[in-house]
T-cell receptor, first 115, second 111 residues
Framework: DGGITQSPKYLFRKEGQNVTLSCEQNLNHDAMYWYRQDPGQGLRLIYYSQIVNDFQKGDIAEGYSVSREKKESFPLTVTSAQKNPTAFYLC??????????????FGNGTRLTVT | SQQGEEDPQALSIQEGENATMNCSYKTSINNLQWYRQNSGRGLVHLILIRSNEREKHSGRLRVTLDTSKKSSSLLITASRAADTASYFCATESPGYSTLTFGKGTMLLVSP
């Protein structure tokens, strides 16, 4: 079955440590996205990638970094510079960033807790 | 920045009843999409309505769009306990390659 896999489902880290969240898709989609979700809030865009070896900052990129070396993979690193890293992180993909009316396909998220 | 705002924030109904959720937005759009999120899971795309469409159906779902009022509604008919979830609207604006999500409506359907 085609889909998006995020791992791990739960992640615990100490303050001051960097942590990398994995996102892999086998949908052959060009575009990939990282969103952050806080309790009772909507989704806020962290970074997105339109194509391999290219990525753009979203609304809340500070304290995060990404890479897109392979079409299938879009890992997100939460750095120690992110002031409030505890959140639910969602990865998504779409066929192509230029396609209008293209829905997003989501993974099942990684819940990161930093203490 | 968040463009869509759902109303109500929370809705509690009995199985068999209809559930209506509303979404308002601020700027012009290419399309508006509705997503469902079960607790602790990712979002699932439900339905997309383009700016030149007024109504769309998919199974028990009915979506309307009023661009003059910058609002949309999602109606779930004959609700089931399995419909319990949060529902989000998301807008795609001209010139933007990303979606902007609202804060969602939490729907609880009791047996």
């Amino acid at each position: 079955d085609g889909g998006i896999t995020q791992s791990p489902k739960y992640l615990f880290r100490k303050e001051g440590q960097n942590v990398t969240l994995s996102c892999e898709q086998n949908l052959n989609h060009d575009a990939m996205y990282w969103y952050r979700q806080d309790p009772g809030q909507g989704l806020r865009l962290i970074y997105y990638s339109q194509i391999v070896n290219d990525f753009q900052k979203g609304d809340i990129a500070e304290g995060y970094s990404v890479s897109r070396e392979k079409k299938e993979s879009f890992p997100l690193t939460v750095t120690s510079a992110q002031k409030n890293p505890t959140a639910f992180y969602l990865c998504a993909s779409s066929i192509t960033w230029r396609a209008r009316d293209s829905p997003l396909h989501f993974g099942n998220g990684t819940r990161l807790t930093v203490t | 920045s968040q463009q869509g705002e759902e109303d109500p924030q929370a809705l509690s109904i009995q199985e068999g009843e209809n559930a209506t959720m509303n979404c308002s937005y601020k700027t012009s759009i290419n399309n508006l999409q509705w997503y469902r999120q079960n607790s602790g899971r990712g979002l699932v795309h439900l339905i997309l309505i383009r700016s030149n469409e007024r109504e769309k159906h998919s199974g028990r779902l009915r979506v309307t769009l009023d661009t003059s009022k910058k609002s949309s509604s999602l109606l779930i008919t004959a609700s089931r306990a399995a419909d319990t979830a949060s529902y989000f609207c998301a807008t795609e604006s001209p010139g933007y390659s990303t979606l902007t999500f609202g804060k969602g409506t939490m729907l609880l359907v009791s047996p």
